[in-house]
């Protein structure tokens, strides 16, 4: 995948939309590509993202999926399944606590962009508009999830 993609896939996520292109390419240099193979666990819900976690080669990270799928399981009942453009793993980039769900890469495999909380922080902190977006975002869902419930 070459650099413009990735800017632009980056560019198409909804809680990059009002940063400014240059934070876009401070993310895109921060965060690696990974591959998964079909069925393989990505995050495992209820899974610490504290103590060394956060400072594993893997880190505490937030995806977003680039090709491929991925499987949302709580509780072990399937909830969705995640294709390419959407991101999972924001709540605990955020605030710390356990995961929330398993996820896992879907039939066919999955490549998404993987940033860590520690590259994610100074973000934020230069581009506030970017924490809004982020609020409205997780708060849409949690009224999504209420409306179920």
Request: charge should be negative; aromatic fraction near 8%; include cysteine.
């Amino acid at each position: 995948m070459t650099d413009d993609v990735l800017l632009q896939r980056l560019t198409e996520v909804d809680l990059f939309a009002e940063l400014p292109h240059k934070a876009i390419k401070h993310i895109a240099a921060e965060g690696k590509i990974s591959q998964f193979q079909p069925g393989e666990s990505v995050t495992e819900e209820g899974s610490s993202v504290s103590g060394w976690a956060p400072f594993s080669p893997e880190g505490v990270c937030f995806y977003v999926i680039l090709e491929g799928s991925a499987d949302v399981l709580v509780h072990g009942v399937h909830r969705v399944t995640l294709e390419a453009g959407q991101y999972f793993g924001e709540t605990s980039l955020i605030d710390g606590k356990p995961r929330s769900a398993t996820v896992t890469a879907g039939p066919d495999g999955m490549k998404a962009f993987a940033l860590t909380a520690w590259a994610f922080a100074p973000v934020l902190k230069e581009n506030p508009t970017a924490a809004m977006t982020m609020l409205k975002v997780l708060a849409g869902r949690l009224r999504a999830a209420e409306a179920r419930a």
